[in-house]
């Protein structure tokens, strides 16, 4: 069992920065891919980003490549999303999920272990 709780979120203007990030504890946090996703209003929850267990590997979604950064700190159990130049579309709960594989993944159904979401609002 994996526990996963995500922090950082608020209110941005456009243009600017947050940084999200999810701590994990129980099962060896090193061994997961982590991912990060996000559901607008009245939309479904996509793919945002995710990073293998050696943070060697990472993967984006088009609308946030060149913005967002995903990384990982397996020292303290912790896996961040730093997301730049912020416009409204970004704005949605952005969730955190473990994926129990080498690989990163985009299918949001490879991921059993999700956080609870953290509300990101970008005002235009």
């Known amino acids: 069992q994996v526990q996963l709780v995500e922090s950082g979120g608020g209110l941005m203007q456009a243009g600017g920065s947050l940084r999200l990030s999810c701590a994990a504890s129980?099962?060896?946090?090193?061994?997961?891919?982590m991912g990060w996703f996000r559901q607008a209003p009245g939309k479904e929850r996509e793919f945002v980003a995710a990073v293998t267990w050696s943070g060697r590997y990472t993967s984006y979604a088009d609308p946030v490549k060149g913005r967002f950064t995903i990384s990982r700190d397996n020292a303290k159990n912790t896996v961040y999303l730093q997301m730049n130049s912020l416009n409204a579309e970004d704005t949605g709960v952005y969730y955190c999920?473990?994926?129990?594989?080498?690989?990163?993944?985009?299918?949001?159904?490879?991921?059993?272990?999700w956080g609870q979401g953290t509300q990101v609002t970008v005002s235009s």
């Open positions: 999920a473990a994926h129990n594989a080498p690989v990163v993944s985009k299918d949001i159904t490879a991921y059993t272990y």
């Open positions: 129980g099962r060896t946090f090193s061994s997961f891919t």
